[in-house]
């Protein structure tokens, strides 16, 4: 798929001056919930209207959403206050019933990206739309996999598209309850820069205090939009009430978010300056968290040596590590001079941390 500028039509379309806001809550849950909310959005920054209709659940015996009946909820919202409506679709039932009752933008979810049969069978299902659709970062950190459900879309001759990132799962238990990795949508965004980029910090967060820090990341990204799960009353959300916020809060946030308007050249380089700048924060917060991790490592070697008696440097081994950063690195356009530095460093530090564990 070469960059199509066709793509990016539908967004312009909306003439915002700030990033395009999705809104609304994880689940339709009652037709007084679905409208008090869209209510209480429709003079905010908000211009569409998310509501899970049927929830993809990891485990069986959670909330699995309304069902169809919920469109008709969705489509009184679009009635009773302007907002468009959105919501998922995870196969060609869904599609069917979502077409009927008039939904603006559909969306695929992380659960279905990874599945091209069940992608394929939604742009089938779509093919000639004029809806938007947007297509959710698979689970697992695979930009093709992500590319390849646009793709489809696009040969089923559905030409109003974008993407939403939403983190990816990870084993690993950290602060997030879906890592964003960040890479991943810049590097999609510098292949295909005219395909619109949607921001989900509510599902890469997974609680509420941190929403606000990954949204200002995604904006100096230059993000085209946000979506973010908003709830009349979070903490009784029947799904992912942990990560959900009030619309008052949601207005507080986009207020107090720093926005980056395109308007001339000087703040197109500053613009791009500041991407840049924030693509090189999130790689050496990456080289960090790699070298904590083979520290780590190091000690656990550490260990096993003073368990063995063993002396902490082994020169043979560390001669042939050597040898082969030198050729990878040249690979990468690294220097020797550079790498032998660097590999030094890295060394002397889990020398001083071994020596620590077997001296203890
Ligand atoms: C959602 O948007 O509520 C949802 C289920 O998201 P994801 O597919 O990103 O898990
Ligand atoms: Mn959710």
Not at 124 to 152: F, M, Y
Request: hydrophobic letters at 40%.
């Amino acid at each position: 798929m070469e960059n199509k500028k066709e793509m990016k039509k539908w967004l312009d379309g909306f003439n915002l001056n700030h990033p395009l806001v999705i809104g609304g809550p994880c689940s339709a849950e009652t037709e007084d919930q679905v409208l008090k909310i869209a209510h209480e959005l429709k003079t905010t920054d908000v211009s569409i209207y998310r509501a899970g209709i049927w929830k993809p659940r990891t485990r069986p015996g959670m909330f699995e959403g309304v069902g169809a009946i919920g469109l008709k909820w969705l489509e009184k919202v679009k009635k009773e206050t302007g907002l468009l409506i959105a919501t998922e679709v995870a196969n060609a039932s869904h599609v069917k019933l979502a077409l009927q009752h008039d939904i603006d933008v559909l969306w695929i979810g992380a659960r279905s990206t990874v599945s091209p049969f069940i992608v394929q069978e939604i742009a089938d299902a779509l093919r000639d739309t004029n809806k938007i659709v947007l297509v959710k970062n698979p689970v697992n950190p695979d930009l093709s996999l992500w590319l390849g459900g646009i793709e489809r879309l696009y040969s089923a001759n559905i030409k109003n598209l974008g993407v939403i990132h939403r983190g990816f799962s990870t084993y690993e238990k950290t602060k997030y309850r879906n890592n964003p990795e960040w890479q991943l949508p810049i590097e999609l965004q510098n292949r295909f820069p005219d395909l619109p980029l949607i921001c989900d910090p509510s599902h890469i967060a997974g609680r509420r205090d941190i929403l606000q820090d990954i949204s200002q990341t995604a904006l100096d990204l230059n993000f085209d939009g946000l979506m973010i799960e908003t709830h009349i009353n979070p903490d009784k959300a029947w799904s992912d009430a942990a990560q959900q916020i009030t619309p008052k809060v949601l207005v507080k946030m986009m207020e107090d978010l720093k926005m980056r308007k395109v308007t001339n050249e000087e703040i197109d380089y500053k613009n791009s300056l500041n991407t840049l700048r924030t693509q090189i924060d999130v790689i050496d917060h990456g080289l960090l968290d790699t070298l904590g991790k083979r520290m780590k490592v190091a000690i656990e070697i550490g260990n096993l040596k003073k368990k063995k008696n063993v002396a902490v440097l082994q020169t043979k081994r560390w001669n042939e590590i050597l040898g082969k950063m030198i050729l990878d690195g040249e690979e990468k356009g690294l220097s020797e001079e550079f790498i032998l530095r660097m590999f030094k460093a890295i060394h002397q530090e889990s020398i001083n941390h071994q020596k620590k564990v077997i001296n203890s």
